[in-house]
């Protein structure tokens, strides 16, 4: 599974747009971007998946550029209620089903009034 | 919109005992998950179950626990004889497919006395 790097917080605005990018140096071939969202005391959200280019949702939108080594997560005007730790993962979707999901410590998302 | 559901949401144990957390799965899902977070720590992987056998497992899921489904509905994690350090919040998940979105439950807190 490739590693990955996302900063540890960030902190913004109700009405902004935030964008956390995530590092995948080592992303293979068959790899796909997911993300995915935690509240606290809750579960973990699935929020985007993607292979190349940009995947729009109607919650956010994930860029990832030709080279595949990094992906930003964009979340348009942000309110209090996404406060929250986003994940970035990374693995082998196709061959292996990345049934195996590996949570690394994730962005912890601060958005105040 | 479906969801998967957890019970208890809290389980207080004595070290020693057996405990059993208990998973309903979104109806049309096929593989199941388990997944653990200690406070303040990652999310990790337990478990992963799919046409009523373990798929894989990580090397936290040693002998003292197992999963079943005991029936069409049901999702059950079990740990037989509870340690301190078993003490986390406990989510089950499932998916309509192997790579496909992981749909999280609430989560069991289960504290270990």
């Known amino acids: 599974l490739a590693k990955t790097t996302q900063p540890i917080s960030m902190d913004s605005y109700e009405g902004q747009e935030v964008n956390i990018t995530c590092s995948h140096n080592?992303?293979?071939?068959?790899?796909?971007i997911t993300w995915y969202q935690q509240f606290p005391s809750q579960g973990p959200r699935f929020i985007i998946q993607?292979?190349?280019t940009k995947v729009t949702n109607e919650v956010a939108s994930l860029f990832i550029p030709a080279d595949r080594k990094s992906s930003t997560l964009s979340l348009p005007r942000v309110s209090l209620s996404d406060t929250a730790v986003y994940y970035c993962?990374?693995?082998?979707?196709?061959?292996?089903?990345?049934?195996?999901?590996?949570f690394g410590t994730g962005t912890r998302l601060l958005v105040s009034p | 919109e479906p969801e998967v559901t957890q019970t208890p949401s809290h389980q207080v144990t004595q070290m020693g005992q057996e405990v059993i957390l208990r998973c309903v799965p979104i109806?049309?899902?096929?593989?199941f998950y388990w997944y653990r977070q200690i406070l303040g720590q990652k999310v990790e992987f337990l478990v992963s179950?799919?046409?009523?056998?373990?798929?894989?497992k990580s090397e936290i899921f040693d002998d003292q626990f197992s999963v079943e489904r005991p029936d069409g509905s049901n999702f059950t994690l079990k740990i037989r004889s509870t340690k301190l350090e078993d003490s986390a919040m406990y989510f089950c998940?499932?998916?309509?497919?192997?790579?496909?979105?992981?749909?999280f439950g609430p989560g069991t807190r289960l504290t270990v006395t």
């Open positions: 998940a499932s998916s309509e497919g192997a790579g496909h979105e992981q749909y």
């Open positions: 080592n992303i293979a071939t068959n790899d796909y």
């Open positions: 993607g292979y190349k």
């Open positions: 993962l990374v693995g082998d979707v196709v061959n292996t089903g990345f049934q195996k999901l590996v």
């Open positions: 109806s049309n899902h096929l593989y």
């Open positions: 179950f799919y046409n009523n056998e373990i798929s894989e």
